[in-house]
């Protein structure tokens, strides 16, 4: 079992920076792969960004690279994403996930946190 518990939300304007921090319990968190998703009202939970067990490969959305960085500190238990260029339309929950074969697709992974508020006003 792994628990994790998301942090770093709130409220921020257009343009502005946030970073998630993705804190994780129980079993070795290095044998994870990690994932950021994210859900708006009304609307399914979109894939963000992910990052290997050993933090060597990462992926994005398209909607967010080049905006987003993901990382992970495997010492500290702890997956991060860092946000600049923030836009309303990044209005969120977000949850980070952690599993053995996730990648892109929520359905594979097996842990989630409960996930963090990000709001962007305009």
């Known amino acids: 079992q792994v628990q994790l518990v998301e942090s770093g939300g709130g409220l921020v304007q257009a343009g502005g920076s946030l970073r998630l921090s993705c804190a994780a319990s129980?079993?070795?968190?290095?044998?994870?792969?990690v994932g950021w998703f994210r859900q708006a009202p009304g609307k399914e939970r979109d894939f963000v960004a992910v990052i290997s067990r050993s933090g060597s490969t990462t992926d994005y959305a398209d909607s967010v690279k080049g905006r987003f960085t993901i990382s992970r500190d495997n010492a500290k238990n702890t997956v991060y994403l860092q946000m600049t260029g923030l836009k309303p339309e990044d209005t969120a929950v977000y949850y980070c996930a952690a599993g053995n074969v996730g990648w892109t697709r929520p359905t594979r992974f097996d842990y989630w946190g409960q996930g963090t508020q990000v709001t962007v006003s305009s």
């Open positions: 129980g079993r070795t968190f290095s044998e994870y792969n």
